[in-house]
Structure formats: structure tokens, C-alpha cells
């Protein structure tokens, strides 16, 4: 059984950074791709970066520059850093997982979610 369970979310201002993990059990993030979503409040779950098996990554056009996904194999855990957060940025992020390996955009390739972890950033 898959879980993955994201935390480091909170309350910044804008400018400051924040790095979100996931923490995946019954899954090898290596041997898959995975991303990040986020949806805000009344709007609808939007991709913001995913990597794949290899190591290749791709964001999101509001998120390239400041966020950064990463892996870190031994841990078995995602990472998602945001820097020069901005209040457009508020939302609850999810971590995501495929069954691929390679990288994909939209959620319905995704199988596997985690709970979400709430950011939000003040002006």
C-alpha cells in the first residue's frame, strides 16, 4: 500500500522560502516520477513541478526560477523548495506518484496522493 505524507508546509510572508517534503512508504521515488500540485481556495488543482526516474524535472511557468524539486534517495523523500514566495503562492500543496517513470503535467496521470500541506503567504 502506497502512502505519502507531505509536511513543512506554513505561514510565511512573501519573499521568504519554504521546502515542502514527502515521505513515501510501499513506493521507491527512484524508480518512478512524482510531482507537486496545488490548489488554492475556488480554484481548480494545478501542476507545479514534477521528476522523473532519471532525475529530469519540469515546472510550472509562475513556479520556474523559484521553486526546486528534488529527491533524495536514501531517504526515500521528495522535496518541493520555494524561494521569493509570493501570495499567489497560497495554497495546499500535494505529493503526487505515478506508476511511470517518466514526467507528466497533468494529476490524472498521477495514482498516488498525499493529504496535502497548507502554505499560505502574507503580503
Known amino acids: 500500500q502506497v502512502q505519502l505524507v507531505e509536511s513543512g508546509g506554513g505561514l510565511v510572508q512573501a519573499g521568504d522560502s519554504l521546502r515542502l517534503a514527502c515521505a513515501a512508504s510501499?513506493?521507491?521515488?527512484?524508480?518512478?516520477?512524482a510531482g507537486w500540485f496545488r490548489q488554492a481556495p475556488g480554484k481548480e488543482r494545478e501542476f507545479v513541478a514534477t521528476?522523473?526516474?532519471?532525475?529530469?524535472?519540469h515546472y510550472a511557468g509562475s513556479v520556474e526560477g523559484r521553486f526546486t524539486i528534488s529527491r533524495d534517495n536514501n531517504k526515500n523523500t521528495m522535496y518541493l523548495q520555494m524561494n521569493n514566495l509570493k501570495p499567489e503562492d497560497t495554497a495546499v500543496y500535494y505529493c503526487a506518484a505515478r506508476d511511470g517513470i517518466l514526467i507528466q503535467t497533468m494529476s490524472s496521470e498521477y495514482a498516488y496522493w498525499g493529504q496535502g500541506t497548507q502554505v499560505t503567504v502574507s503580503s
Open positions: 510501499g513506493y521507491t521515488f527512484s524508480r518512478h516520477a
Open positions: 521528476i522523473g526516474s532519471s532525475g529530469s524535472t
